[in-house]
């Protein structure tokens, strides 16, 4: 395929909605071509720009009611009869409390938008981790040996644990890439289905749950805890990987 099909594509790949043999056709690409590596690399960087904190609005609790009420009052003073102008006084009072729904539910859908793009990114360095045979770049069991092998390769150290005494053996680490940065991947199994779990800072307080997915037939758990972002992914049925990651947590 032509660099120029490859380019038209690579906004797909990242979104992880290319099917199996063209996700590694563009591997071998981006493997090749200088051109679309720094493409792609310039897509990722605005991502995760777009994405930064700086640009949401966390809307107010009460804001639904209070636009709400603002909207009850407009409708009766504007059904009421003739339209005087103190009415029309009234409903341009309402208008900024209207712009600031607007604003949240444009706020909550792009948020929505993000948590959906990461799991996409999450199942896709799942598979490509399966696909290249490149599952880790450490391979050992002992939590030991894993954990040091990040130092100096991120900018943080991740907890490792072996939870072979659970049935999650630790078959050991690589570094991946996700939301346009380095992570973390510690790769577990489970009767022969690997589990991967990407780690990454992402400070939040206390410890949160963020959710469960599924896509492309694997599911994706994800949760941060003491300042650390995780997503946990696996073809492992959901009653089995929820097991796993309340043993990680504990």
């Not at 990722?44 to 700086?54: C, D, F, T, Y």
């Not at 636009?67 to 208008?95: C, N, Q, T």
């Not at 598979?127 to 390769?153: C, E, I, Y």
């Amino acid at each position: 395929m032509s660099c120029g099909a490859q380019a038209e594509l690579l906004e797909a790949y990242l979104d992880g909605e290319l099917d199996l043999v063209r996700s590694m056709e563009m591997e071998r690409h981006l493997s090749e071509c200088e051109t679309c590596s720094v493409s792609l690399r310039r897509h990722r960087a605005l991502r995760s720009a777009l994405g930064g904190a700086s640009l949401y609005f966390e809307a107010p609790k009460d804001l639904e009611k209070r636009v709400g009420a603002e909207l009850d009052k407009a409708m009766k003073a504007s059904s009421a009869g003739p339209v005087f102008p103190w009415r029309w006084v009234a409903l341009a009072a309402s208008l900024p409390s209207m712009a600031i729904l607007a604003w949240a539910l444009l706020t909550t859908a792009r948020t929505a938008s993000d948590t959906e793009l990461l799991n996409r990114e999450i199942v896709s360095a799942h598979v490509r981790s399966l696909m290249a045979d490149h599952l880790t770049d450490v391979p050992s069991s002992d939590q030991h040996t894993v954990k040091p092998w990040f130092n100096g390769k991120l900018d943080f150290s991740p907890e490792v644990r072996d939870l072979a005494g659970e049935g999650y053996p630790l078959v050991g680490g690589r570094l991946d890439y996700l939301g346009g940065r380095g992570v973390a991947a510690l790769v577990y199994e489970r009767r022969k289905h690997a589990i991967n779990v990407f780690v990454w800072p992402e400070p939040s307080g206390k410890a949160t749950f963020e959710g469960e997915a599924s896509r492309r037939g694997y599911t994706v758990i994800r949760w941060r805890r003491s300042g650390m972002a995780y997503g946990a992914v696996s073809d492992l049925n959901l009653a089995e990987l929820r097991e796993f990651v309340r043993d990680l947590q504990r």
